[in-house]
Structures are given as structure tokens and as C-alpha cells.
């Protein structure tokens, strides 16, 4: 198991079906909020993918996102948003943000994987 997947939020439900769902293909870092994970990645650590919420303490989504796409080094990582929120204004400015994708809570694994394998696809990965 050489692929991280960090996941970012502050519902340990989500937390928990997202290491379910991946653990058996993924090492599943989780972090509570985007503070965290941020901090998690300034001690040099290389996620393959990121899956985060928008709605979260301290650091919500939008602003991990502006935050990870800022540094050369994390520019290219696949980025998946989840949120509660069906707001297509949000949706927009996460993907200008450079959010690769975003899925609506509750989501459906097998799609946030096909996703995930589709913005691989894309990457040559």
C-alpha cells in the first residue's frame, strides 16, 4: 500500500467511511480540519489524493484549497471536495479555485472512487 489518501473533515462518520471505503487500497491519513492538514503537509508528507469537506473549523474548504494550489509543491495533487451544501455558487468557486471535483453529502463511495480513478486517468498516474 504505497498511496496516501488524506481526508479532511470534521465528521468522524465521514472520516470513518472514507478509511473504510479506501483502506484497503489507500493509507488513510485523517485530519479534522484544514489547519491540520495543512500543518500535516508543512512536515513534508505527500498525500496522492485529498479529500476534504468545505464546512469545517479553523480552515474551512475554500480556504485549504487557495492555500494548497499557492504551493508549487502540492499544486498537482488530486483535490476532492465534499459538502453538505448544493450550492452551485460554491461548487463554481472551488473548482476556480482548483478543486478537481465536488461531490454533495451524503455522496456515494464507489462514485467519489470512480472520480478519483477518472482524474487519475487523466494525470497518466
Request: hydrophobic letters at 40%; aromatic letters at 8%.
Amino acid at each position: 500500500m504505497d498511496k496516501t489518501l488524506l481526508a479532511i473533515d470534521d465528521e468522524k462518520s465521514i472520516l470513518m467511511i472514507l478509511d473504510f471505503v479506501f483502506g484497503k487500497k489507500y493509507k488513510v491519513v485523517q485530519k479534522t480540519n484544514g489547519k491540520e492538514a495543512t500543518e500535516w503537509l508543512q512536515l513534508g508528507n505527500m498525500p496522492d489524493v485529498i479529500v476534504a469537506d468545505m464546512n469545517m473549523p479553523e480552515m474551512n474548504g475554500f480556504e485549504f484549497i487557495l492555500q494548497i494550489r499557492s504551493s508549487g509543491l502540492y499544486r498537482d495533487v488530486p483535490l476532492i471536495m465534499l459538502s453538505g451544501n448544493e450550492n452551485t455558487a460554491d461548487k463554481i468557486k472551488c473548482l476556480n479555485a482548483g478543486a478537481d471535483d465536488y461531490l454533495i453529502k451524503p455522496f456515494n463511495p464507489e462514485e467519489l472512487e470512480a472520480r478519483i480513478n477518472n482524474i487519475y486517468r487523466r494525470m497518466n498516474r
